[in-house]
């Protein structure tokens, strides 16, 4: 998740590494916690893939490494917004908002593919949640009740998202049709 992230981040622009902690803790801190020992490693390993790119920049005094994503690293960073793995529903939650977060970079289809595929899973989530029994103790039926309603929360959400995104797709489609 956080490697979608920086390079969701560094689609806008071209950061460095404190610059890049900062907008991780203040757009992603409700879905990933990112530390100087788990971000360093990452752009390494990023830029020996080539997947970002590292330009100098020596305005102030001193040099900085300010990143910057390729080509290589966009169809990277579109490849893993796309992908649906197979992981925990918390994991899943926070991706999803990291992906969410970064909907602008993606052609309306695309969204509209990925909040289709969102909704689905929290259905079938308050499906199999209803399914299960209530437990007998206070405190984990209140904790049960709780989930439930943040996954009904969700699903409304991910309808209104959904319907505007639909319109604004078929509004740009009608528009593309006139001219």
């Known amino acids: 998740m956080l490697e979608l992230a920086v390079l969701g981040l560094l689609q806008k622009e071209p950061l460095h590494g404190y610059r890049l902690k900062q907008q991780l803790e203040v757009f992603m801190s409700g879905c990933i916690s990112a530390n100087y020992g788990a971000i360093y490693p990452l752009l390494k390993r990023l830029e020996e893939q080539e997947v970002i790119q590292v330009v100098e920049d020596d305005t ?3 040099t900085r490494k300010i ?3 390729t080509q290589k690293g966009k169809a ?3 490849q ?3 992908e649906h793995p197979q992981e925990s529903w918390v ?3 926070s991706r999803f908002m ?3 977060f970064f909907f602008s970079h993606l052609v309306p289809q695309d969204r509209v593919q990925l909040l289709e595929h969102r909704l689905m899973v929290c259905r079938l989530r308050l499906e199999n ?3 299960q029994f209530l437990p007998d103790d206070i405190y984990q039926a209140t904790a049960w009740e709780r989930h439930r309603e943040m996954v009904e929360h969700e699903i409304k959400w991910l309808c209104d998202r959904l319907d505007w995104e639909k319109l604004t797709l078929h509004e740009s ?3 593309a049709h006139i001219f």
């Open 173 to 175: 489609t009608n528009k």
């Open 67 to 69: 990143y910057s994503i």
């Open 60 to 62: 102030g005094g001193s």
């Open 80 to 82: 893993q917004m796309l």
């Open 91 to 93: 994991y899943a939650r």
């Open 76 to 78: 990277l960073w579109k």
């Open 129 to 131: 949640q209803n399914l």
């Open 98 to 100: 990291i992906k969410f």
